[in-house]
T-cell receptor, first 113, second 112 residues
């Protein structure tokens, strides 16, 4: 098992550019989520999905889109990057409804100039 | 809205000391509470998970307690080692179990 994988590890964007952060898990987990981590603010939930074809917004969804066409993949799209989206992005997955621990990917560091 | 606070924000101790990290939360309607470890530039590793019906969990030198009614959890680390140096995060899961609210973490440094 590779667990939760994220690509790229690091990315630099210019304001207004778009990009997709990739997340994949090979544990057949139903639930996946995206968080961003900023200094002094902890991790905040952006979007989550409880299964293929089902997504919902978290605490800070503006400027981000997600889709879940398969159980394995949960990409996060930045539509028009802004400097405020400079952050470290973590993807996580979990088997059920909170009975087990969440598994986190290694993160993607994004710098928007 | 759930808010999670961790005190202290940073802690430096000599090797061998026993130490306690604190986590408090404002809404006691939680599903569970987890403690994570994060090394610089790395992802999060789950250390302990306490269900809302439990009082404590232990793993090796780590012991986490939960007092849901008072909105508090502690992470006790026995006989600290330099390899324990990291940031420790606590997170509470909503009643739906799958939304985590994180604290801002305690940065621990264990010195030789």
């Amino acid at each position: 098992n590779a667990g939760v994988t994220q690509t790229p590890k690091f990315q630099v964007l210019k304001t207004g550019q778009s990009m997709t952060l990739q997340c994949a898990q090979d544990m057949n987990h139903e639930y996946m989520s995206w968080y961003r981590q900023d200094p002094g603010m902890g991790l905040r939930l952006i979007h989550y999905s409880v299964g293929a074809g089902i997504t919902d917004q978290g605490e800070v969804p503006n400027g981000y889109n997600v889709s879940r066409s398969t159980t394995e993949d949960f990409p996060l799209r930045l539509l028009s990057a802004a400097p405020s989206q400079t952050s470290v992005y973590f993807c996580a997955s979990i088997q059920g409804q909170g009975y087990e621990t969440q598994y986190f990917g290694p993160g993607t560091r994004l710098l928007v100039l | 809205k759930q808010e999670v606070t961790q005190i202290p924000a940073a802690l430096s101790v000599p090797e061998g000391e026993n130490l306690v990290l604190n986590c408090s939360f404002t809404d006691s309607a939680i599903y569970n509470l987890q403690w994570f470890r994060q090394d610089p530039g790395k992802g999060l590793t789950s250390l302990l998970l306490i269900q809302s019906s439990q009082r404590e969990q232990t793993s090796g030198r780590l012991n986490a307690s939960l007092d849901k009614s008072s909105g508090r959890s502690t992470l006790y680390i026995a006989a600290s080692q330099p390899g324990d140096s990291a940031t420790y995060l606590c997170a509470v899961a909503s009643l739906w179990g799958n939304k985590l609210t994180f604290g801002t973490g305690t940065q621990l440094k264990v010195e030789l």
